[in-house]
Every structure is written in structure tokens, then in C-alpha cells.
């Protein structure tokens, strides 16, 4: 499962597990997201505010902004022990009304990871939790998130 942002000019591409440590990385690293915006067409009272759905909700530009800080940040870090990491707030966050609902869409998530892929059923695994360091603090894939970064000040997008 992938999802694609629409903003007002370009797209951008992200998998699953990479969109999910970005949200979880930058809350614990000071990230506090307001939730997003409703998909066009819902009411604003029946949307809960999820991340992790594919329903074309809107993050909002202040929300953007102010994750391609907190990314930037990470980008910079040396390491992931130079990151600041306060496990206190993402535990916060998925309590919140959001939190609740994107986190009960990762789980979904990863049951559907352990059906597809049952231990020893010989398949490459897909799951994130597996690496042992996140694919974005490697050198080599800082210029993605150094390109996420340049489509999130560009301002609000579209979750599909």
C-alpha cells in the first residue's frame, strides 16, 4: 500500500511503512499535528482527523510546514541516538482522537502484512519494524526525504 500526495502543483509517493515512521519520528521528535482536514465532500464533524487513510483528507499548510521542520532535523541528525526522541509525546499523540483512529489503520495494516506474508512462508518480508536502523537516516536515502521536505513547504496536500 502506497500513498500518493497531491498538492497544488506536483505529487509525491510514499510506502506505507515510510509514511507511518515519518508521522511517529516527528511526533517524537516535537510534532504536534492538528489532524487533518476532511475529504472533500464529508462533513468536518464526521471526519476524525486520520494521517494513514487513503480518502483524499487534507493536511493542512501549517501542518506541512511544520512536519518538513521536524524532518529537516532528523535529515540533520548524525545519527538516531543524536535524535531526541520523547516516546512520552507519540504515546500522547496516538491516544489523541487521530491518534487512536491512524493507529488502529496500522495495525490493520500489519495484520494484513502477517496474512500476506506468514513466518516461513519463504516470502520477502515488507515490514518496516525488520530494518535495524530507519531507511531515512541511511546517507543514501536522505535525498528522498530532502525532497519530501521540499513538497511539504510547497503547502497543503491531498492524502490519497
Not at 517524537?28 to 480518502?55: H, I, L, V
Not at 531526541?84 to 487512536?100: A, C, E, M, N
Not at 495494516?109 to 506474508?117: G, I, M, Q, S, W
Request: hydrophobic letters at 35%; charged letters at 25%.
Amino acid at each position: 500500500m502506497s500513498f500518493e500526495f497531491f498538492g497544488k502543483k506536483e505529487c509525491f509517493n510514499l510506502d506505507y511503512q515510510t509514511w507511518w515512521a515519518f508521522i511517529i519520528w516527528a511526533v517524537g521528535c516535537g510534532w504536534e499535528p492538528t489532524g487533518t482536514g476532511p475529504p472533500r465532500g464529508m462533513p468536518a464533524k464526521k471526519w476524525p482527523g486520520g494521517y494513514f487513510s487513503n480518502d483524499g483528507q487534507l493536511l493542512y499548510a501549517r501542518d506541512a510546514r511544520r512536519l518538513a521542520y521536524i524532518l529537516e532535523k532528523v535529515i540533520a541528525a548524525p545519527s538516531l541516538s543524536a535524535l531526541q526522541i520523547d516516546d512520552s509525546r507519540t504515546s500522547r499523540w496516538l491516544r489523541s482522537r487521530p491518534g487512536r483512529q491512524d493507529l488502529r489503520v496500522h495495525r490493520s495494516f500489519e495484520k494484513f502484512v502477517r496474512l500476506v506474508n506468514p513466518p516461513g512462508s519463504g516470502k520477502k518480508k515488507r515490514h518496516a519494524s525488520n530494518r535495524p536502523q530507519p531507511w531515512f537516516l541511511g546517507n543514501n536515502a536522505k535525498s528522498s526525504m530532502r525532497d519530501f521536505v521540499k513538497f511539504c513547504r510547497a503547502g497543503s496536500f491531498r492524502i490519497y
